[in-house]
């Protein structure tokens, strides 16, 4: 199991799958549910990296890790809205997005480890 949390071509095909997954069984609502959970959890997990780089910057780095931590957000949020308002299949798929983004870097923190 750590290999495959390791390897980022696991990954792409672990979101491949599932994608295709969503694609099959909830149409195009369900597909661009599950981008929109990727890409807004993507953004988040960009966001939270360099907040906690900019941590290391000193005094300015303090207010730039606050300004990048709360600018996340409106794109997750923005994310979440979009796909409430496709309906049907497409809040359920962008969990599953979540979810899948979540567990895989989960994952790959405790293979790191």
Known sequence: ?????????????????????CA???????A????LGVVGTGVNMVGLKAATKAMT????????????????????IVCAWACWRLGGPGPGCFLAGVGLV????????????
């Not at 099959?24 to 369900?30: A, E, L, N, P, T």
């Open 32 to 35: 661009s549910g599950f981008g």
């Open 24 to 30: 099959v069984f909830g149409g195009w609502r369900g």
């Open 57 to 76: 910057l000193g005094k300015t780095g303090g207010w730039l890790a606050t300004v990048v931590f709360l600018a996340k957000w409106p794109v997750f």
């Open 102 to 113: 979540y567990c895989l870097v989960v994952g790959w923190a405790a293979a790191s480890a």
């Open 1 to 21: 199991m750590k290999r495959f949390f390791l390897d980022r071509r696991a990954w792409v095909a672990s979101l491949v799958v599932v994608l295709a997954l």
